[in-house]
């Protein structure tokens, strides 16, 4: 018995389930969405599964390929230097569940539907395009409707935050917040926001007096040695748009019941008049460690 398969389809449809999850992988994240990025990831998803037809490899062999193409396809949609080891982890793991639970659901839902002997396939055991999809639109939003779920089910926890800069370091209480999305547009990462008085020690003077002021002006005065370690952060509240100073630290290491954890993130030192007592730090939720 002859099997055919046509390539170009087969490679469309990886190609778009692997674009779909990988959008839902970034909007769970946060991470910042580029979109020639992730469409050239999800070209190599797409190719490898046509070529994944011709490899002479056993399922063991077959199964190692698939994970290393998966880390290969999230390193290239997220891609950024000096990233930390644990959060590349972290962007594999959920491309992997996403894609596992976007497969199961599209399963569950042809099989719901093949009960009611809808017109489903077109010759063959080869489900129709159009159904295709729709399960994929009603997958994709499911799943993105049980991250936003999960992620305000774990928002609001109190971390430990250690922040270190040239040789001296400071240690507060940071609030987890799915609100806080700011990114620094050089290098797209998260900006922790931190309160000014508790982070002022650990800043040389001329960065301590710019953080002080407020004023993006100031930055101007700032030795050139210190030009790398500063960024202008856009944000925009209900109060209006600011640019804040953001600083780019030696380290910055989360902790909290869940264990601790090496992240890669600047910080926005600034007045947090309003934040409960014993608070001094807003920490992103994609950093909810």
Wanted: aromatic fraction near 6%; charged fraction near 20%; proline fraction near 5%.
């Amino acid at each position: 018995m002859r099997e055919e398969v046509y390539a170009d389809l087969l490679f469309l449809i990886n190609f778009s389930m692997d674009f779909l999850c990988l959008y839902l992988t970034a909007r769970f994240l946060r991470r910042r969405m580029r979109l020639v990025l992730i469409t050239s990831a999800a070209t190599v998803g797409g190719v490898y599964s046509v070529v994944s037809l011709f490899l002479p490899f056993g399922k063991i062999e077959l199964f190692l390929c698939d994970i290393a193409v998966c880390a290969l396809i999230c390193t290239i949609a997220f891609h950024s230097l000096n990233k930390a080891v644990g959060q590349f982890v972290k962007e594999v793991v959920i491309y992997l569940l996403i894609s596992m639970t976007l497969g199961g659901i599209m399963t569950a839902l042809f099989n719901l539907l093949n009960r009611l002997d809808l017109p489903l396939q077109q010759g063959g055991d080869s489900i129709s395009s159009w159904l295709f999809l729709l399960l994929a639109i009603i997958s994709g939003l499911t799943a993105l409707g049980s991250g936003n779920i999960l992620k305000r089910m774990s928002a609001r926890r109190m971390l430990t935050v250690k922040i270190e800069f040239e040789k001296r370091s400071v240690t507060l209480t940071g609030m987890t917040d799915t609100g806080n999305i700011l990114r620094d547009p050089a290098s797209g990462k998260p900006v922790i926001i931190t309160d000014i008085k508790s982070t002022l020690p650990i800043l040389p003077d001329p960065i301590r007096q710019a953080a002080i002021a407020g004023r993006v002006d100031k930055l101007t005065e700032i030795p050139v040695k210190y030009s790398n370690r500063i960024r202008i952060i856009p944000s925009e509240t209900v109060s209006g748009k600011r640019l804040l100073l953001g600083v780019v630290p030696d380290k910055i290491i989360l902790s909290g019941e869940r264990g601790e954890s090496d992240v890669s993130a600047l910080f926005a030192p600034m007045p947090l008049p309003s934040l409960p007592e014993g608070c001094s730090a807003i920490i992103p939720g994609e950093l909810n460690i």
